[in-house]
């Protein structure tokens, strides 16, 4: 009932003027307590389902890899730096049901190596996004596209083995050697499983990662097509992560159907610490085939 209503119902009542007053100032608190109680359900329900749905127009930055050569790339486009010991290779590749990606490809001569290509937000430089990841007063959500062609449980990030990882943001010289902050990382659990994990000392070691959350131990099979979403909630210092397994093709990881109830955890590891960089790596092993970890999608969104 509106104020004007209010007042037509009661004017000639002989109710007094100071009480016509209170009623009115019951009636905008109660309708602000309802506005009020329904955002908090819709951020309630965006949050159930992994940090919302995607926007365009709350984009930090986004890569789908529709190019030739990986550096520059992405939206806003950026430069990327290689690495890679061993005899793999860093390229974009055209799959005729992916269309293009990047691929980390290990060697085919029984070497082992390590390959990864990182990148920057302070290049990316978007003011809604802000690398010391506390400071950032709306949820933070990552997605991307991620598969592995090496047909067992991967082994992790010890020399020699098989591992491979999306860094969503990391600090340190070298995410290697040194790195530090958190990543998707597939390998060195004994499961089929990805996992959200924080990480220090870089990722050479799997005694260096430390589990936040784990996608399902049956979700997938060896050369499977994955989506994966994380988000960050600063306000509660919540992380969640969702999976959706796309079977034999990609579907765009920023698109919301078919991923699992999201699975949540606190961390404050190194969320009061900023971390500037993100990037893609593959740890390989002996092998004399060229098993490769291709990712696709990469999206960094604010709602």
Known sequence: MSKEQLENRYKNLNIPR???ERMNLLLIREQ???QH???IANRNLATSVGGGEYASEHNVFVDNFNRVSISPGGTPSIAYTSTITGLGGISIVSGTTTGSNLRLRADNTNTTGRLYTMSKYSIVNNSHFNSQLNLNPTRITWTVNVKNNWNTILSGFDSGVFGQAVILASGGTNVLTDGFGYALVYG???TRQWRLASFTGGLQANSNIT???STPTSGFGDSDYLSLKVTYDASINRWSLAFRNDLTAWVDSRLPGGYN???TATNSTYIATPLDSFGYLYNFGSTLTANASNFDNFNVYYN
Do not use: D, V
Request: no cysteine.
């Open 18 to 20: 100071e009480e016509i």
């Open 211 to 213: 589990t936040i959350l």
């Open 188 to 190: 060195g659990s004994g």
């Open 261 to 263: 109830t999201a699975t």
């Open 37 to 39: 109680m329904e955002a």
């Open 32 to 34: 602000e307590m309802q």
